[in-house]
Structure formats: C-alpha cells, structure tokens
C-alpha cells in the first residue's frame, strides 16, 4: 500500500481542493550555470527551481521553492545495474528510490519505492510511472489503488523550445497529493531516461 504522500516532502506543498494543480515544468537542458528548470502555475507565479551542477561529477540537483530554500535534492544511486534515482529532503535524508523497469521504442516505464529507515526498500513499489517518456506523456499511478496521482504531457504549443535547448509540458497534480514530490519525480524520470538515451 502507498504510504501517505502528504508528507513527503511537506504538507504545504500538498494539493488542497477538489481540482487538480496544474503547473508548468520549463526545463533547460543545455545551461551552464547549474539553472536546469523551473516549475510555474498557469497564472506565471513561481512554485519551485531546479538547480544542477553542470560539468561536476557529483551529478546532484536541488529543488528550491519559491523563496530560494532548498526543499528536496537528487542523487544519482552510483555503481547500479539498473539506473536509480534517490529523492531526498533538504538535509539529505533517502525518502523514496525511483528506478527504470524498461526503456524501449515509445515505452519508458519505471517505479517509485518509499524508503524505510537507513534506506532500506520498501519490498513493493509504491507507484509506477507508465508511458512515453520521450514523448513526456506518461500518469504517476498508485500501484494499491490504480488511481493517478498526476500527469505529464508535453505542451505542444511550445513544441518550437525544444529547438533551442528547453522543453516545456504541463504536470497536473491531484488533490492530496504533494507537489513538490511530483516535481522530484519528473526531475528524476528526466535524469534517468535522458542519459540511458544518450548512453544507447
């Protein structure tokens, strides 16, 4: 059974309300300084910033929010098999591992599992991330329910970006679910899928 995402990475951050949070994840994939994206709602007001460290072997991104204080980090589980991602809470504390399952043709399917203490697995996932990556088109699923817990489309409007070194697609959040974990997600799929890309 998923445990209650509502405290993931904080309950402000948690949906409140019958309709869904839809926001905007613009990402720059070619920037120097470390600024890898930013996430707005779809009134242009800033919710959260992601910063990597570009040309660094540590291969960590920070999750800020809207203020500047780091809310989450992501690191990359080293000397893996398969490709893995920890998020983390601003003081580093491993909350959830999400991994790759398969990554061929269209299909980029993968799964997130809460940590116990010391980072010990959960034995079961607790969500599934099921779809295209490549096309970021792909629903955050809770495995015990079969609800989704969010989506990520690409905006097509903005198709014309990718040209140019960003990409922009709208992630909708649903009541009573954390945002800010969502975003941790997408950031993780992103680092994930994009450098076994590059690397096949």
């Given at each position: 059974?998923?445990?209650?995402?509502?405290?993931?990475?904080?309950?402000?951050?948690v949906?409140?309300?019958?309709?869904?949070?839809?926001?905007?994840?613009?990402?720059?994939?070619?920037?120097?300084?470390?600024?890898?994206?930013?996430?707005k709602?779809?009134?242009?007001?800033?919710?959260?910033?992601?910063?990597?460290?570009?040309?660094?072997?540590?291969?960590?991104?920070?999750?800020?929010?809207?203020?500047?204080?780091?809310?989450?980090?992501?690191?990359?589980?080293?000397?893996?098999?398969?490709r893995?991602?920890?998020?983390?809470?601003?003081?580093?504390?491993k909350?959830?591992?999400?991994?790759?399952?398969?990554?061929?043709?269209?299909?980029?399917?993968?799964?997130?599992?809460?940590?116990?203490?010391?980072?010990?697995?959960?034995?079961?996932?607790?969500y599934k991330?099921?779809?295209?990556?490549?096309?970021?088109?792909?629903?955050?699923?809770?495995?015990?329910?079969?609800?989704?817990?969010?989506t990520v489309?690409?905006?097509?409007?903005?198709?014309a970006?990718?040209?140019?070194?960003?990409?922009?697609?709208?992630?909708?959040?649903?009541?009573?679910?954390?945002?800010?974990?969502?975003?941790?997600?997408?950031?993780?799929?992103?680092?994930?899928?994009?450098?076994r890309?590059?690397?096949?």
């Amino acid at each position: 059974m998923a445990h209650n995402p509502s405290a993931v990475i904080g309950q402000k951050f948690v949906v409140q309300g019958p309709e869904p949070q839809h926001l905007v994840f613009k990402e720059n994939r070619i920037s120097l300084t470390g600024d890898s994206g930013e996430v707005k709602d779809i009134f242009g007001q800033l919710w959260f910033k992601i910063k990597g460290k570009k040309l660094s072997l540590s291969e960590k991104k920070r999750v800020l929010d809207n203020e500047g204080n780091t809310i989450a980090m992501i690191n990359e589980k080293l000397f893996s098999i398969h490709r893995r991602q920890y998020i983390c809470r601003a003081d580093e504390t491993k909350v959830a591992e999400v991994k790759a399952k398969s990554f061929f043709q269209f299909k980029s399917n993968a799964e997130v599992t809460f940590l116990k203490g010391a980072g010990v697995e959960d034995s079961d996932p607790d969500y599934k991330i099921s779809g295209s990556y490549l096309n970021r088109n792909y629903d955050i699923v809770d495995i015990s329910t079969g609800n989704v817990m969010a989506t990520v489309r690409r905006d097509i409007v903005n198709m014309a970006n990718f040209l140019f070194g960003s990409d922009t697609y709208a992630v909708s959040v649903m009541p009573g679910f954390d945002s800010a974990f969502v975003v941790c997600i997408v950031v993780t799929l992103d680092e994930i899928f994009s450098d076994r890309a590059r690397d096949d």
